[in-house]
């Protein structure tokens, strides 16, 4: 029974507690006998952090991002949130969980304290129990049957359900925190104790005592002789304690608590009730918003709804506390949303008394999606306009990009390593390139969406089409690389599709300025909204879990980067590569004069783009040959830091630094040199150790490189060529919007087509599929029809 009432997400400490629930707890007695629980330190895979928590308190936070900060935290818990499906007794695992995550922050140095419900729910369930058992003697000895009758339960009243279920629900926090070397201590209180001053006095005292101690205290409304609720009963500037949503917000402004966490069973505030077809979680709610939302009933077990915690919420946010409502009972998100919300992350619904001056992230979502779709119904020549405008503002307005990039520099200058402040400037030279391929995607964009691929006569009058049309909003996040702006907005456009896009900090005033050239290109034809320039203090992770407004991730940076967005994405594609492993294998019949110009342009031109060299293969054969030196004395004029591979280092007496390991992006001037002794172990090496990214061969034999090509699995496999020619500019897509080493819908340096999905269009009359069964009038043709000619021009 009580391995079906358990959560997941808990299991050591689980294994730990309910033996001993089984034998003390649900029995007879309830009492715990603290010496047989062992005091074991347990810690969990939430990292111990240590953060400046400091704060005078006066005012809320403004942003989640400040929530790290908050020293002293109230934790609400629902009586949804502590009780089982059935209102009968406790959910286990899932307090298990919350009271290791409070355990966890009270041991970073933070002040926490915890407002419970759960002793009717607790005390119901042993009420229950001795109902039973009495019913079964009494029912045995009057029938002499050892078969017994089914018995009914009466109607239990919930302050002897309270009075019964506090001890033991006390008892199991305390066998819980002690898990964790720490001591808990419960406070029962009533309205009156906080309307009686000395009361309020000595509450505070002892409240205060408790934290100085490193005690939690734990506080819950002395349900066994509490007063109904009297509507309409608060006074001015006062809120009653009528339930525990109500005494968790008075509690926090009495002890000028920085944060009020309230777990419910709802992911937080809804515009209208959750469940219904428009029901839109609110992420951040402000004061005066409560016109703009409709509230449902109230959950299944507790005294409130989610009207009452809105209003304890707000009289809290009034009174200097920040307040957090999110969801304490879903499995994938209980075992970590206290600790999330500590975080920062985005987790239920924050209540902030100051409103961004731009729209939220979720609003921009949308106003890139309605922009989207009016800009994919534009004519092809009005979005080709748009880009060739794009391309105009740019050389045009050069002196103001440079200055605002002027400023990144100065401000980068010192924080950031050479190869990213070489990402990060802007010069005359790159605008004009960037005008340049702007205008070559203008030129193959005119019949980019829309175009028909495929034509079918399914019947007579029937007829069916296959089109291009926008994949809807992408969110491009990029580091480092204002000219990916321009870029990716271009093919955006050209495209028909919505964009968000989010910069790094350190392009600040470059990425401002050339969101709003963007922005003022597109508003000629009225689609200003179609891209937006995120400035909010969103974390990326956040923004990966807009599933419901972004239909594809693109990420631009660091291979860390793309790795973090692809493990924080929630249910969105990511197209983008992970690492650029770029490996050329140098073959026992390469040409002298090729090889180490090949070489140089490959590691040496830009050391820290993505298709940089960074392995080189070279034949064994090779080893010992003028060939072989002037490949390394070249590396050594151009400052080549070398790491030698396993085999190279054994052929040699005095080796450079041996490799740490064969699957190294170095992004600088250093690279690998490793020996094989053919191109099918040079193949088997770049499928164990590359990226899938681009790799080349050197030869003159032309049966070896067609072997090399055709059997190198990667997205880009070159002959006799840099492995920097992996670009979209250079493939003459006029720019990409990253390069692609996945294997679905696009693979390589992805433009204007890897932004395209299809549509099916079928135009009939009146056809019905019940015309082509067996004894229809109709029979299918499926004739393949021609498709319009593709405009070359």
């Given amino acids: 029974m009580l391995r079906q009432v358990c959560c997941s997400g808990f299991q050591p400490f689980r294994q730990r507690l309910l033996p001993w629930l089984q034998s003390t707890v649900l029995s007879r007695s309830h009492r715990v006998q603290s010496s047989a629980i062992r005091h074991v330190r347990s810690w969990s895979n939430i990292p111990f952090i240590t953060v400046p928590l400091s704060r005078t308190h006066g005012k809320s936070f403004a942003h989640r991002s400040e929530l790290k900060h908050a020293k002293r935290i109230v934790v609400k818990l629902g009586s949804a949130v502590v009780t089982r499906g059935d ?28 407002v419970t419900s759960g002793a009717v729910a607790f005390g119901k369930q042993r009420l229950r129990h001795e109902i039973l058992l009495s019913q079964s003697v009494r029912q045995a000895l009057h029938s002499g049957q050892n078969q017994l009758k089914e018995m009914a339960i009466p109607v239990l009243e919930a302050r002897a359900c309270a009075a019964a279920g506090q001890s033991g629900l006390m008892a199991l926090y305390e066998a819980m925190f002690t898990q964790y070397s720490i001591c808990a201590a419960q406070i029962l209180v009533t309205n009156l104790d906080f309307h009686d001053e000395q009361k309020r006095r000595n509450l505070n005292g002892t409240l205060h005592e408790l934290l100085r101690m490193n005690i939690v205290p734990i506080v819950n409304t002395n349900d066994a002789v509490v007063p109904p609720a009297e509507p309409n009963s608060d006074l001015q500037g006062v809120i009653s304690v009528k339930d525990n949503d109500s005494l968790a917000a008075r509690l926090a402004v009495e002890m000028k608590t920085d944060l009020l966490i309230v777990l419910s069973d709802v992911e937080g505030l809804f515009d209208s009730p959750p469940g219904s077809d428009d029901a839109k979680l609110i992420d951040i709610f402000y004061p005066g918003d409560q016109q703009s939302v409709t509230f449902g009933t109230k959950s299944r077990v507790g005294m409130g709804g989610m009207e009452a915690k809105v209003k ?40 902030s008394e100051v409103k961004p001056a731009g729209p939220t992230v979720e609003q921009q979502g949308e106003m890139a999606r309605s922009g989207g779709r009016m800009l994919a119904t534009l004519e092809p020549e009005q979005r080709a306009e748009i880009i060739h405008h794009l391309a105009d503002l740019l050389t045009d307005q050069r002196e103001e990009i440079l200055l605002a990039n002027k400023k990144d520099l100065e401000e980068a200058e010192g924080r950031l390593a050479a190869p990213l402040l070489k ?63 321009p870029q990716v907005a271009a093919l955006a456009i050209a495209s028909g599709n919505g964009l968000l896009l989010k910069g790094g900090k350190e392009a600040t005033h470059s990425n401002r300025i050339l969101h709003l050239l963007a922005q003022e290109a597109l508003s000629i034809h009225g689609v200003k909204e179609a891209i937006q320039l995120v400035n909010t203090r969103e974390e990326v992770e956040d923004l990966c879990r807009l599933d419901k407004m972004i239909d594809l991730i693109i990420p631009r940076g660091s291979s860390q980067l793309v790795r973090d967005i692809q493990k924080a994405a929630k249910g969105i594609p990511v197209m983008g590569h992970s690492e650029g492993i770029c490996h050329m294998y140098v073959d026992s019949e390469a040409s002298v004069d090729k090889v180490t110009r090949l070489v140089r342009d490959s590691k040496c031109e830009y050391p820290a783009a993505c298709n940089a060299l960074e392995t080189l293969l070279i034949h064994r054969d090779l080893l010992r040959t003028p060939l072989f030196d002037q490949i390394i004395d070249m590396l050594r004029v151009e400052q080549v830091k070398i790491h030698a591979g396993p085999k190279f280092a054994s052929y040699l007496t005095f080796s450079p630094s041996e490799v740490k390991s064969l699957r190294t992006e170095y992004g600088d001037l250093e690279l690998c040199i490793e020996v094989v002794d053919s191109v099918q172990e040079a193949i088997d090496h770049i499928h164990k150790y590359g990226s899938s990214h681009t790799d080349v061969i050197v030869t003159e034999n032309e049966k070896t490189a067609e072997f090399f090509l055709q059997h190198v699995d990667s997205a880009c496999v070159f002959w006799n060529a840099s492995t920097r020619f992996s670009d979209g500019y250079r493939f003459g897509l006029g720019a990409e919007v990253g390069i692609s080493t996945s294997r679905i819908h696009a693979r390589g340096p992805v433009g204007l087509e890897g932004l395209l999905t299809t549509k099916w269009l079928l135009r009939g009359q009146d056809h019905v599929v019940s015309d082509f069964s067996e004894h229809g009038s109709l029979k299918y043709l499926h004739e393949n029809l021609p498709v319009p000619q593709r405009n070359t021009n």
Avoid at 316 to 338: D, E, F, R, Y
């Fill in 423 to 485: 990402r990060l400037s802007l010069s005359t030279s790159k605008l004009n390139s960037l005008a340049i391929g702007l205008r070559q995607i203008a030129a193959s964009s005119q019949d980019s969406v829309g175009r028909v691929l495929r034509r079918t006569r399914i019947a007579k009058n029937l007829e069916l089409e296959q089109v291009t049309v926008p994949i809807g909003v992408l969110l491009v996040i990029f580091e480092s690389r204002p000219d990916c702006l």
């Fill in 312 to 351: 304890a919420a707000l009289w809290a946010l009034q009174g200097g506390t920040s307040v957090v409502i999110a969801n304490g009972t879903h499995p994938k998100v209980s075992g970590h949303v206290i600790t999330d919300i500590v975080e920062g992350k985005k987790v239920g619904t924050f209540f």
């Fill in 87 to 114: 209102e009968c007794g406790l959910a286990l695992g899932r307090l298990a969980s919350i009271v290791e995550q409070v355990s966890v922050l009270q041991n970073q140095g933070r002040e926490m304290m915890l």
